[in-house]
């Protein structure tokens, strides 16, 4: 999609297939943000309020706050891969197929 100055943005919006994108999107993006930022905050309310949970010696000076602390890079990078995937499989083809719909509406217009 080369030019895009021709392109009616407003028809593409309501678009029944383009809405369906947005809103598996937007429900998808927002259940990743509440897990990602429930999980974020449980290191500081943890390490506040459950302190002996947190001081146990799981190996040598590793305690479990340690390894929680650790676990925030884990999950970000597991959110990261799974968004990946997600979005290659199910939001790429959607997204792909409303822009060779639109292509074709532009060809058209421009005949």
């Given at each position: ?14 678009r029944p297939d ?62 990261a891969w799974y ?29």
């Amino acid at each position: 999609m080369g030019d895009t100055s021709q392109v009616d943005w407003k028809a593409i919006d309501s678009r029944p297939d383009f809405q369906e994108l947005h809103s598996k999107k937007v429900r998808f993006l927002t259940s990743l943000m509440v897990l990602s930022l429930v999980f974020y905050f449980l290191l500081p309310i943890g390490a506040a309020y459950f302190q002996e949970i947190y001081k146990i010696k799981v190996w040598g000076p590793v305690n479990v706050g340690l390894l929680f602390a650790l676990l925030q890079f884990v999950v970000a990078w597991g959110i990261a891969w799974y968004y990946a995937r997600r979005a290659n499989s199910e939001f790429d083809p959607m997204a792909a197929a409303i822009v060779r719909d639109a292509e074709k509406l532009m060809r058209g217009k421009q005949k």
